[in-house]
């Protein structure tokens, strides 16, 4: 069976970073993209940043030029750094990955979660 384990979330006054990093365990075959998604309460999960397998990014205008995603194929570790931390980027944060099970089998895999609070 294929998780994802994050680590990395926490508390942080505005204007500090943090670092979230998600590493896949189990058996497969390789990984097609990955990418960070936050949610509040009361709203539903956005978008944060996401990676190809190429590594082609793509980040949520509110965070550009602030977090930074990167991967790594070797170790299926994808990580997003997070600099100049705003209240606003207060959320639990979920990496997902698109992952190959088989050669010809793919599978969407969500990690547990984490708090990133940011205090004003």
């Known amino acids: 069976q294929v998780q994802l384990v994050e680590s990395g979330g926490g508390l942080v006054q505005a204007g500090g970073s943090l670092r979230l990093s998600c590493v896949a365990s189990g058996s497969f075959f390789g990984l097609n993209d990955m990418g960070w998604y936050r949610q509040t309460p009361g709203k539903e999960r956005e978008v944060v940043a996401l990676?190809?397998?190429?590594?082609?990014?793509v980040y949520l205008e509110s965070v550009k030029g602030r977090f930074t995603i990167s991967r790594d194929n070797a170790t299926g570790t994808m990580s997003l750094q997070m600099d100049s931390l705003k209240p606003e980027d207060t959320a639990v944060y979920y990496c997902?990955?698109?992952?190959?099970?088989?050669?010809?089998?793919?599978?969407?895999?969500w990690g547990q979660g984490t708090q990133v609070t940011v205090s004003s």
């Open positions: 997902y990955a698109d992952v190959l099970l088989t050669f010809s089998t793919r599978s969407i895999i």
């Open positions: 990676i190809s397998s190429a590594d082609g990014t």
